[in-house]
């Protein structure tokens, strides 16, 4: 499904007033012409900021083409009613707890959101789709957004690719892993056209200052301590979020119905690393301060820490013929420097989540 600057497609995402959610919301209304459903609970990370200030640029435009529904979808009855009113030819489910070390401490909320939510939203859109016109239910298709965690575990070699086994470790994979199960069994069964993504870590602007990244440039900046989980040399995948919209797109456009494509960023780093060059960022932007490596601590380390993520995304890169355009370098400076400009958002957000950047997840 080609979403073009004439498209009339209507799109139901959930999730969207999180962190990729919102990015995908603002590029859709930005370079598409689609009705977009924005259909979030408004947990503590969620945030419709950004997308109001593309609205207000766009103008008269964008006018109608952004509903907020606010609904749980671990609510069966209220995501079902949600469904029905957005009518949708396209479902991008986003919706999710996200961060693991909550899920640490708080893991029922992760079985509600990720597990139920999904369930539900599976049950509502299976009777959605039964029930369109021949030619909507054809090109119907709903995108399921996973994570690269349901792998489990790599050391030193290896990677995770589409054929990789599931060996979720902690409550939020295992719950992102059950939600795989449950969509996949929903296209084999019931005929759901349906397309899985897993994907590395994203980073970028607007993400809630509780995840590595956006919690380093604050922490340095106002020169605090630095947690490094552990010896800092696990590693991750870092991917730009707008790459991952980008590629969410390619795949809506060229994926195959039934097929699962795994994304990143082929940008391994250790822990260390990422927050070495944060610091060095801000060395550059705030010599004054310089070095904000200073402050880097080494704390307790997050159970069950999984040691190294990476995924070898040569199927998305043949078949869809995507790939990251941002390298490291650009997207971390690009980052940081929208941190220290937006730094009343992030103390809204934490002030309005009751979230003081303390350490969460330890057992
Ligand atoms: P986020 O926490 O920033 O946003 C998630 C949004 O989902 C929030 O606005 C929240 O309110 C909403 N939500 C949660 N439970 C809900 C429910 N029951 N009903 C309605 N809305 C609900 O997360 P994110 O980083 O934007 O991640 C989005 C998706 O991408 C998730 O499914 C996550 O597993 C997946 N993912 C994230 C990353 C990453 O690095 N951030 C990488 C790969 C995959
Ligand atoms: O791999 C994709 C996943 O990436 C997504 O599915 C998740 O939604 C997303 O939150 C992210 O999970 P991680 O656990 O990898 O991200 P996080 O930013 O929480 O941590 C990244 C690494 O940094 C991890 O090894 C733990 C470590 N860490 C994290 C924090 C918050 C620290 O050392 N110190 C910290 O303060």
Redesign the pocket.
Known sequence: MCLSADSTKKVLITGGAGFIGGTLIRRLLMDTSVEIFNLDKMGYASDLHGINQVLRTLGESAEGRHKHLRVNLADSKSTSTAVSFADPDLVIHLAAE????RSISSPLQFVESNIIGTFNLLQALLKHWENLPTQRQREFLMLHIS???VYGSLEHKGYFSENSSYDPRSP?SAT?ASSDHLVNSWFHTYGLPLIRTN????YGPWQFP????P?VILKAFSKENI???GD?K?I?DWLFVEDHVEALIQVIDKGEVGRNYCIGGLNEKT?LEIVESICGVLDLLRPKYAPHSEYISYVED?PG??RR?AINPERILREIGWKPKYGFKQGIEATVQWYLSNLDWCSLMKKKSNYKGERIGLR
Request: hydrophobic share 15%; aromatic share 10%.
């Open positions: 996200s961060h693991v070390d994570t690269d965690e939020y992102k994907c590395s870590n994203n509780e995840k590595l990244i919690m947690p490094i989980y800092g696990n991750r822990n997050r820490h999984d993520y």
